[in-house]
């Protein structure tokens, strides 16, 4: 007996299969499961596929665009200066709001397991207490990981230090900082050095903003895959952007590559940002801002997507779709190829979900029961369409359903109606 049955689904692999769900977990994946369930959704000719992952965002910004005015260089830097601003008079219950507000959507979209970075720069801590409070309204539908991340630099703001650590001790998941935004190549590597030393200390994973800069000389990226492997941190490190390798020497990524590979060190980067972001400082030719993400996959480096910012002081746009990022990304990187574009769907997907180290994630037998049904046929297509999302399940339960919305057409002669969708016997 099963509480949910998604009946005659496509799967990430091309067959085609019914999915038991019995309290949270999946119990049964069957080419067709007869028995009774209290609920069953038709999938026939949809795809299925396990929930999308966001391992980079920024939840205690969000929603917050043009607060108190809005970024008019469209630089990180002023992104930074105005999210200071906006700092000093934000409140607690406002952040918990937009925050809530932005889990909400998420969850629509399929997206129901998100990494955030917190500010930890606010002797009030008024962000952490705001963001762990939203874990908690948020865990019974939207998986919220927390970084503790000094936005202002470590050692460069006075009292980012303590903070992260106080941060740590609340309750945040994650260690994160910023060694670009020190104020020298050497404070910048000794806080690489001092937060590995603080996850190994405490087991906890670590994901730093790393070389989120036009600047090839900036080269933290080697001190993190260092201090992960001298202190054991393999499988459980991030370097978020890493955008100064777009514009390093080839010889030295050469050498570099092999040991982020040997650290098993993740990197995220956020493509809809650093298409935006980068390159601003450029006149022509001007860089596109994003790191080596083929070549890091070559060398066996996990690479997943990240989505950093939904209209908040660094972007005015987002949608909380992580199919609109890897479509991104999917441009940036040149990732044409049809087996490049299903890895860039395995990026918003499983890649994330290994990188937030996320228990029971998938479609197997076992696994916690939550998926998403998309009005798509494959994971190419879904790319293509970035269509609906007709059902997401979290957790065993129905959290959002959406009717198929084909558009009318009035073209005499012509059929009534359009479907953006290719027949879905079609294969690529
Ligand atoms: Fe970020």
């Known amino acids: 007996m099963f509480d949910l049955i998604v009946k005659g689904g496509t799967l990430p692999d091309g067959s085609t299969a019914d999915i038991g769900i019995a309290g949270d977990r999946i119990t049964a994946i069957a080419p067709t499961i007869g028995a009774q369930a209290g609920q069953v959704i038709d999938a026939t000719g949809d ?24 970024n008019a260089s469209g630089t990180l830097l002023e992104g930074i200066a105005l999210w200071g601003e906006l700092k000093e008079i934000v409140t607690v219950e406002e952040m918990v709001e937009r925050g809530l507000r932005y889990c909400d959507w998420a969850a629509s979209m399929g997206l129901l ?64 900082g910023i060694p670009h935004f020190e104020r020298s190549m050497t404070d910048g590597a000794a806080s690489v050095r001092e937060l590995c030393e603080l996850a190994a200390e405490r087991g906890l994973m670590i994901d730093l903003h790393c070389d989120e800069t036009d600047d090839p000389m900036s080269r933290h990226v080697e001190t993190l895959a260092y201090e992960v492997t001298r202190l054991g941190l393999q499988g459980r490190a ?47 030719p001007k860089r596109r801002g994003l790191t080596r993400v083929k070549e890091m996959q070559n060398h066996g480096i996990p690479v997943g997507w990240g989505q950093d910012c939904v209209r908040d002081p660094w972007y005015p746009l987002g949608t909380a779709d992580m199919l609109d990022v890897a479509f991104m990304g999917l441009h940036v990187a040149q990732m044409t190829h049809p087996d490049e ?23 197997y037998e076992g696994a916690q029961a939550s998926l998403v049904v998309l009005d798509a046929g494959d994971p190419v297509e879904a790319l293509r369409l970035r269509p609906d999302r007709l059902c997401v399940i979290s957790k065993g339960k129905v959290i959002s359903e ?12 012509r059929p009534g109606s359009v479907r953006r969708r290719h027949d879905p016997s079609e294969t690529l």
């Open 47 to 70: 795809f299925v596929s396990p929930p999308f992952v966001d391992p980079h965002f920024h939840m205690d910004a969000t929603l917050s665009y043009g607060k108190p005015r809005i």
């Open 113 to 176: 397991a998100i990494r955030s970075h917190v500010d930890t720069c606010d002797d009030r801590l008024l962000g952490v207490q705001a963001m762990l409070e939203l874990r908690d309204k948020v865990k019974g539908y939207v998986d919220l990981q927390l970084v503790a991340f000094p936005q202002d630099g470590f050692y460069r703001d006075p009292t980012a230090r303590d903070n992260t650590i106080r941060a740590l001790d609340m309750g945040v998941d994650v260690v994160g």
């Open 238 to 284: 991030a370097g978020s952007h890493l955008t100064s390798m777009h514009s390093m020497d080839n010889y030295y990524v050469s050498k570099l590559l092999p040991l982020m590979a040997e650290a098993e060190l993740a990197a995220v980067p956020n493509p809809l940002i650093n298409i935006t972001i980068q390159g601003r400082h450029d006149t022509f």
């Open 341 to 363: 574009m299903r890895r860039c769907f395995d990026m918003v997907t499983q890649v994330n979900a290994s990188i937030l180290n996320l228990p029971d994630y998938g479609l």
């Open 402 to 413: 959406q009717a198929r919305n084909d558009a009318r057409l009035s073209v005499p002669g």
